[in-house]
């Protein structure tokens, strides 16, 4: 089979919209989540995330990497994590991933997401940050720890989970989430959806 | 649609192996990847992880999750990438996924775990740790940062990439690669492959 082979002067080298696909890609298949805050001024945002790693299940922690040339809404994320300590993951599903996918664009500051890329703004329990109404998986994380990477500026976002909720046909008796009874999206790159 | 509902409290009073499907399964669909090094005496080592995320195209940097409760394989694993300073990412593919999943298993120190689970040990170039063979993503990683994660005693793990050699099929003129060309697997939780 005929190879493509890149060293790292080839990488270096290569054309920077050409490099940011070919080396978001290498990490294969992600999942997609939707990330939900709240400002302190209640303000409420989306922002689509596909870096979502789990670190840990006693205490259950969830890790998502912010980077710093991040649009509008990730930096928004971040300073509403920090603002209130608490945020939503929301996995994305095939029926509203064209929504989701939107959220990556720029929207005027003074106005809820949801409401502009036509989301279901939803709040569970007495928990403070929003979730999206349309997610069959929908995660309610308090922010632990966000551990600066000093070698490019990017963020890791540690949060412990305190709130869960998903179809009861999507969870055996295993404790195993079916992933198909989540109707859930894989990602490949920045912007391929499976 | 008929949900389950999970709190803290309920999460921290599950039975062990329950919750640790459970949170595991959390970040969806992954890509599963074979971490190949060679330790300090020349003794190469595989070890399957799920959880890959991209850092950045420029550099072009990855990060991986090391769990302090990881068997034997992954302790080789950081003790080799710290030795020598290298190692790869092999994209697990459909038709190896089952030798892949079994470096999960403890084998005999003195052994190589290529030979112990029937994949081909590869070296490519100049690069000195190991590739699959049978991978058609292959990545060559040199170790950045070792960042550990005081919440939970895990390791990230950062390597910046050096070498890349992927099917001319599977990479688009834009730069994105495509996954099918690959036969690439996802994973769900710890052992549920797509």
Same mark, same amino acid.
Request: hydrophobic share 45%; aromatic share 8%.
């Given at each position: ?12 080298? =290569? ?19 939707? +990330?939900?805050?709240? &400002? ?10 596909? &870096?979502? +790693? ?7 922690? =969830?890790? =998502?990497?912010?980077?710093?040339? @991040? ?7 971040? %300073?509403?994590?920090? &603002? ?36 279901? %703004? %939803? ?11 349309? @997610? ?9 720890? *966000? ?10 976002? *540690? ?5 869960? @909720?998903?179809? @009861?046909?999507?969870l055996l008796s295993s404790g195993h ?18």
């Amino acid at each position: 089979m005929e190879r493509r082979v890149f060293s790292l002067a080839d990488i270096q080298q =290569m054309d920077k919209d050409f490099r940011t696909q070919l080396i978001n890609g290498l990490s294969g298949y992600k999942s997609a989540n939707l +990330v939900g805050t709240r &400002s302190a001024e209640g303000l409420s945002n989306l922002a689509i995330f596909s &870096s979502v +790693v789990h670190l840990g299940a006693d205490p259950a922690l =969830m890790g =998502m990497i912010a980077r710093p040339f @991040s649009p509008t809404t990730r930096r928004h994320t971040v %300073e509403n994590i920090l &603002s209130t300590g608490f945020y939503t993951l929301n996995q994305v599903g095939a029926d509203f991933f064209a929504k989701a996918h939107q959220t990556s664009a720029r929207y005027a500051e003074e106005a809820s997401e949801f409401a502009a890329v036509g989301l279901r %703004e %939803e709040y569970l329990g007495d928990f403070p940050a929003p979730f999206v109404g349309e @997610s069959l998986l929908k995660i309610g994380l308090k922010l632990e720890e *966000i551990v600066p990477l000093a070698i490019n500026g990017t963020q890791l976002i *540690i949060g412990s989970v305190q709130y869960l @909720s998903l179809p @009861s046909l999507a969870l055996l008796s295993s404790g195993h989430i079916e992933l198909e009874a989540l109707n859930a999206v894989a990602i490949g790159g920045l912007d391929t959806y499976y």
